[in-house]
């Protein structure tokens, strides 16, 4: 493989994907394989290195889809279940590869550990449990992956904390409502920057499209992708006539290099 980092976007949807179980909304029946959405994900590889961000319940369909065979590690974004509840699918990477380390904030590892206590316990461990080898991220402080420096982003989903994370030239924040003028200055010069737009109308702890398209401007990369989108932001092809010429939607399968 190349040293030059390959994004491919395994999930592109909101919590409950698209299409929604049972829903009638037009998007959701649409046939077009654009607007079919998993859960939000991205793979990041280069050389031989394969790390996610985020794993949701749909992580065994898309490592299946991508034909990953290794993994390297798992960076979490904040502990919702659309990111975090595919992480019992690490097994089959944990029986050939030992523990898979992955790098969250304490509030998160805390959640994840009442959760998937049997995953991250060290004692008295269930045989056929898969484990974890768990770094904390802390604001204001990098940390490395593979060979790659990764800085933390601090915003706000709602009240929440969420990480988002640079890598180099590529930088990602989903579930994003509010980001401070200091954790801007952290992403500015990025090539390529990821960022949610949840639907049109405004959301308490969500960008919408108008809100994510004014802090693209903030940042001013050369490209821009749109992720964590909900059937009501209206169907892909639509929506992208409709963007400014840098900014694209991203969906699933899609795959940049940087």
């Known amino acids: 493989m190349k040293d030059n980092l390959r994004v491919t976007f395994l999930g592109t949807g909101t919590s409950q994907g698209i299409p929604i179980i049972g829903s009638t909304h037009p998007v959701c029946l649409s046939t077009n394989t654009k607007d079919k959405r998993l859960r939000v994900s991205v793979l990041l590889s280069w050389k031989s290195y394969n790390y996610i961000i985020d794993c949701g319940p749909d992580f065994r369909q898309q490592?299946?889809?991508?034909?990953?065979?290794?993994?390297?590690?798992?960076?979490?974004?904040?502990?919702?279940?659309?990111?975090?509840?595919?992480?019992?699918?690490?097994?089959?990477?944990?029986f050939k590869q030992g523990d898979i380390p992955i790098y969250a904030h304490k509030r998160v590892v805390k959640s994840l550990k009442k959760r998937f206590g049997y995953i991250l316990k060290k004692k008295d461990k269930y045989p056929g449990a898969p484990s974890v080898e768990i770094n904390k991220v802390k604001n204001n402080h990098s940390f490395v992956i593979g060979d790659k420096e990764v800085i933390p982003i601090n915003v706000l989903h709602n009240k929440l904390q969420v990480f988002g994370y640079r890598v180099g030239d590529f930088s990602y924040l989903t579930d994003v409502k509010t980001v401070k003028k200091k954790e801007i200055n952290k992403i500015i010069g990025t090539k390529v920057l990821v960022v949610s737009a949840l639907r049109i109308d405004p959301h308490i702890s969500h960008f919408n499209l108008e809100e994510a398209l004014d802090f693209i401007k903030k940042v001013n990369p050369e490209k821009a992708y749109l992720t964590h989108i909900s059937h009501m932001l209206g169907f892909h092809d639509e929506v992208e006539k409709k963007l400014p010429k840098n900014v694209h939607l991203a969906y699933d399968n899609l795959t940049i290099n940087l």
């Open 63 to 94: 490592m299946l889809l991508q034909n990953i065979t290794h993994l390297n590690g798992i960076l979490y974004t904040h502990e919702h279940s659309d990111h975090t509840a595919g992480l019992d699918d690490i097994r089959p990477f944990f």
